[in-house]
């Protein structure tokens, strides 16, 4: 069985989670002082934010239930010239985890993982921070991205 993963960044956890818990119909299955998962069924999705990185989508990914099925997802990746970046038994979002990043055309992460025990700390990703290093744009300055132009407002705008 393979689930969706989403991780969103959020600047209150607090509220983020009251309002998430309304969304879902459930209380988060993990809670720490900086993250919070939901495991849901309806949809079918490994739902976690936190409060690492700047508010938004952080990244994607695609949890499987074994090795094996990791393995196959990867493979996929590398045999259509992804370059991944691929971890072993590391600790991340509070669990123990194998995982493979890439990036897609766009630039938005992705990460398949399987994963296989929890941890009693958030952890860090080796793994994502070389995907980021060779995904950044090459004006981004001292590991910031560069800034995104302000989106000028226009008549054939469907909402305005």
């Given amino acids: ?31 720490k002082d900086d ?17 690492h990185r700047a508010p938004g989508l ?8 074994t090795a094996e099925e990791l393995g196959e997802l ?6 259509a010239g992804a370059e991944t970046f691929d971890e072993a ?4 979002c509070y669990a123990k985890s194998d995982k493979s990043w890439v990036g897609d055309p766009a630039g ?3 990460e398949t993982f399987y994963t296989f025990g929890e941890a009693t700390t958030y952890g860090d990703s080796p793994a994502l ?15 910031a991205p ?3 132009p302000e989106p000028q407002p226009t008549a054939t705008s469907c909402c305005g």
């Avoid at 993250?35 to 409060?51: E, R």
């Avoid at 038994?89 to 991340?92: H, L, M, Q, V």
Wanted: with cysteine; net charge positive.
């Fill in 1 to 31: 069985m393979k689930r969706l993963h989403l991780h969103v960044s959020v600047p209150d956890l607090a509220q983020s989670i009251r309002f998430y818990e309304t969304l879902f119909g459930a209380a988060p299955s993990v809670v």
């Fill in 35 to 51: 993250y919070a998962k939901w495991m849901l069924d309806d949809p079918k999705v490994n739902f976690a934010i936190s409060t």
């Fill in 58 to 65: 952080d990244h994607v990914g695609i949890q499987v239930d």
């Fill in 74 to 79: 990867a493979g996929r990746l590398k045999a």
């Fill in 89 to 92: 038994a590391t600790t991340c």
């Fill in 108 to 110: 938005l992460r992705w």
């Fill in 129 to 143: 921070a070389e995907l980021e290093a060779a995904t950044r744009p090459a004006s981004a300055c001292c590991g």
């Fill in 146 to 148: 560069a800034a995104a």
